[in-house]
């Protein structure tokens, strides 16, 4: 099974898809977040020196983060295939991650970008605002990171799309998460054959 990064804007559905690929194709996930509480709670000394950055409102660098997904991928069985959530957000990061991979005799399989109209993610990320009491999703914040989206990360759909690895998933054209994931498996077993 080939390696897949899931892609697309706060509120695209990142989470729930990587969830039904993992489960049906027994994929590892590597979500960045997840990865950097897990270090940092381990107390790893990638860990510390991540927290180190945290505490002072820096971001992580770029080959830090790397590092910390390296020893993450390095611990998953060889050959599995894994899907990374919420990483590259650059171009920096995608050419990262594809020397890091290269490095190990794998590559990057495929790119799922998730396209959703911006009012339909406003409405989603309001409502689960609503619902999980999440004080980082009010309309002034969602809004700030649509902008970081659209200027630092959505560039990278191009880089992808140049390395022949984007396939586009339209929420509007397909109109529902199950007609999402059945169209998403079948670009993957096209793939993967």
């Given amino acids: 099974m080939k390696n897949i ?14 969830e039904a690929i993992v489960e049906k194709y027994n994929l590892g996930h590597i979500s960045t977040g997840d990865v950097l509480r897990a270090e940092i709670k381990n107390g790893s000394e990638l860990g510390k020196i991540a927290q180190g950055y945290i505490d002072n409102g820096q971001l992580i660098p770029d080959d830090l983060m790397i590092d910390i997904l390296a020893a993450t991928y390095d611990k998953l069985p060889k050959g599995q295939g894994v899907i990374f959530d919420g990483f590259p957000r650059t171009i920096a990061q995608a050419e990262a991650l594809k020397t890091m991979l290269a490095a190990r005799g794998d590559e990057m399989g495929m790119m799922i970008e998730l396209i959703v109209d911006e009012q339909v993610l ?8 609503t619902e999980q009491g999440r004080a980082d999703d009010n309309k002034e914040t969602i809004q ?19 390395e022949g690895l984007r396939q586009t998933f339209s929420w509007s054209e397909l109109k529902s998460k199950e007609g999402m994931i059945e169209a998403i498996f079948q670009a993957i077993d096209k793939a993967n054959a």
């Fill in 144 to 162: 700030k990171r649509f902008d970081v989206y659209r200027k630092q990360t959505a560039p990278l759909s191009q880089w992808f799309q140049e």
């Fill in 122 to 129: 406003m409405d989603r990320l309001l409502k689960r605002a």
């Fill in 5 to 18: 990064v899931i892609f697309g804007a706060p509120g695209s559905g990142k989470g729930t898809y990587s």
